[in-house]
């Protein structure tokens, strides 16, 4: 009998709106965001495995990290991928595994084509897709809400990727409302070379138990995507990260700088960095910012849309 193979992909996402309401007990922070999910994947392969083992191995998409000098990943300073059970889409299998009661495993590769430590959420994407995988896979039949409380198990970003659309998550990020109808705009996202720790950033925004005297509401930003007014949009676009996050890594002002210079409607960093993306009205004015963008020296910066 042919091997059963699950391909499926694991898209990147974008935070329009991150406001830090607090810091938790529990070292954590309470926050309101929205995120949307991008057209930038991961691919992920898994077959079953009889002997019961759970196998991942994950690398770069092939083209992806020769830079125009030809110097792999590694020399141009990009971080080694997890493998094995370091990677959050073992650890992943490894807990459905164990609470389904499944004795099959699985051997998972994991082609990656987002950037790490950059703020679009690759590493929660592949953890979210590997339970979908897994599910089936191992035909569990598994509904999303149950998933979804493995998921928040796993890191704060992931069962946002099992909504498979835009949605608004609060507590540490595990809440999720669905954003029902919502307009898709073009989009440019450019990562640097030099990623930020998650943990470093969240630290450095010195948040305290009470939220800030100013702090914002998604409400606004939420309003004008639904009703397609990408100007109000541009107007709401917030990320109460990204100065604590400039403090640590000069490209984040540099970004804002030239994405300023093109002339772009709104950009911000997404997440707790360092990727930056801008809005557009079209794809073709995304694909000529993302031109403009690599030749001012973003090597890596790309026209996609939001999904
Ligand atoms: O949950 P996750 O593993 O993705 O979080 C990574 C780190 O980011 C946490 O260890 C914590 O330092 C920080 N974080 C936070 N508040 C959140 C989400 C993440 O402080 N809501």
């Known amino acids: 009998m042919p091997q059963r193979e699950v391909t499926l992909r694991a ?20 926050l309101e965001t929205l ?4 057209g930038l994947w991961d691919h992920l392969y898994i077959v079953d495995d009889p002997d019961g083992r759970v196998t991942v191995r994950c690398h770069w998409a092939t083209g992806l990290t020769k830079s125009r ?3 792999d990943a590694a020399s141009q300073g990009w971080p080694p991928l997890p493998q ?46 590997a339970l979908l995988a897994g599910n089936e896979l191992w035909k ?36 999720i409302e669905l954003v029902e109808s919502y307009c898709r705009w073009p989009i440019v996202v450019v990562c640097p070379p030099e990623g930020l720790s998650t943990a470093a950033v969240y630290r450095e925004c010195g948040a305290t ?58 950009a911000q960093m997404s997440g707790s960095g360092t990727s930056y993306f801008g809005l557009c009205r079209t794809a073709l004015e995304a694909q000529h910012l993302a031109a403009k963008l690599r030749g001012a020296g973003h090597a890596r910066a790309f026209a996609t849309t939001m999904l």
């Open 11 to 30: 898209p990147a996402k974008i935070n329009l709106f991150l406001e830090v309401l607090g810091r938790r007990p529990d070292g954590y922070h309470d």
């Open 35 to 38: 995120m949307v999910p991008i």
């Open 69 to 71: 000098d030809g110097q």
């Open 84 to 129: 094995g059970d370091e990677n959050i889409a073992a650890r992943a299998l490894l807990l459905l595994r164990e609470r389904a009661g499944v004795e099959h495993g699985a051997t998972l590769t994991i082609e990656k084509s987002i950037p790490s430590a950059a703020g679009l959420g690759g590493g929660s994407s592949d953890a979210a897709t």
């Open 140 to 175: 569990l039949s598994w509904s999303r809400d149950r998933l979804s409380e493995l998921a928040a198990e796993l890191g704060s970003d992931v069962p946002f990727f099992l909504a498979d659309r835009a949605a608004i998550c609060r507590g540490r990020g595990e809440r």
């Open 209 to 266: 138990a009470e939220p800030p005297a100013d702090a914002r509401s998604a409400a606004p930003l939420v309003e004008a995507l639904c009703s397609g007014d990408l100007r109000r949009v541009a107007e709401s676009l917030f990320n109460r990260l990204q100065p604590p996050a400039a403090r640590l890594s000069a490209w984040i002002d540099r970004l804002r700088h030239d994405f300023a210079a093109q002339g772009c409607i709104a």
